[in-house]
C-alpha cells in the first residue's frame, strides 16, 4: 500500500518536473524572441520586429498551457521575467511604431510583471533618443523625453513593499536617473544645433556683405 501511495507521489513529481523543463525553455525562447524584436525596432525593421513578437506571443500562450495545471512552477519566478520581457518589446514597438500602448490583458500578462516590464522600457527608450539625435530628429527627440518622464511619473505612485510589486521600486529610481541623463544629452544637443545654426547665420551674413 505505502508502495503504491509513493509510487503515485514520484508520478506527479516527474509530470511536475517535465512541465517546468517545457516551461523553462518556452520562457527562455521567449526572452530571445523579445530582444531580437527589440534589435529590429532600434533598426526600424518594425515587420521582421513585429513577426518577433508575434513568435513569441505563441511561446508565451504555449507556456502558459504547459504550465496551466502547475501553479506553484507559474509563480516561480521564470513566468513572470517572460512576460517582463515580452511587455517591454510589445510597448516599445507600439510607441517606435506608432500604434497604441497595449494593456495587461491584450499582452496576457500578470498586472504586476506588466508593471516591471514598463519600468524597462525607459532604457529601450534612451536608446531610441541617443539614435534620434545622431539623425538630428531633436523635435522627435523631445517627444520621447516626453514620454519617459510620463512613464516616470506614472510609475511612481506604486509605492507597495517589494514582496508586492517585485522590484519595481528600483526600476522606477533607475528609470529617474536614465530620465535625467536623457535630459541632458537631448539639451545639449539642442544647445550644440542652436550654435551651429547660429554660426551658420553669421557666416551667409558675412558672406552677404563681400
Do not use: W
Amino acid at each position: 500500500m505505502i508502495r503504491s501511495i509513493i509510487e503515485n507521489i514520484r508520478e506527479e513529481l516527474e509530470e511536475k518536473d517535465k512541465a517546468r523543463e517545457q516551461g523553462i525553455t518556452l520562457s527562455r525562447e521567449v526572452v530571445r524572441n523579445c530582444r531580437v524584436s527589440m534589435q529590429h525596432v532600434h533598426k526600424m525593421e518594425l515587420e521582421r520586429a513585429y513577426s518577433m513578437i508575434q513568435t513569441a506571443r505563441d511561446n508565451m500562450e504555449k507556456m502558459i498551457s504547459v504550465l496551466k495545471n502547475q501553479p506553484d512552477i507559474f509563480y516561480a519566478g521564470f513566468v513572470e521575467h517572460a512576460q517582463q520581457e515580452f511587455t517591454e518589446c510589445s510597448v516599445i514597438y507600439a510607441l517606435v511604431s506608432g500604434k497604441s500602448i497595449p494593456e495587461p490583458g491584450e499582452l496576457k500578462v500578470e498586472p504586476v510583471a506588466y508593471l516591471n516590464g514598463l519600468g524597462d522600457v525607459g532604457g529601450e527608450i534612451k536608446r531610441h533618443i541617443l539614435d534620434l539625435i545622431r539623425q538630428g530628429m531633436l523635435d522627435e527627440g523631445e517627444r520621447y523625453l516626453s514620454i519617459m518622464e510620463e512613464l516616470y511619473t506614472s510609475l511612481m505612485v506604486f509605492d507597495y513593499p517589494d514582496a508586492m510589486t517585485h522590484g519595481l521600486r528600483a526600476k522606477t529610481d533607475r528609470l529617474r536617473l536614465l530620465l535625467e541623463i536623457s535630459r541632458g544629452e537631448l539639451t545639449a544637443a539642442v544647445r550644440q544645433q542652436k550654435l551651429e545654426l547660429a554660426m551658420q547665420a553669421l557666416e551667409t551674413e558675412f558672406r552677404s556683405r563681400k
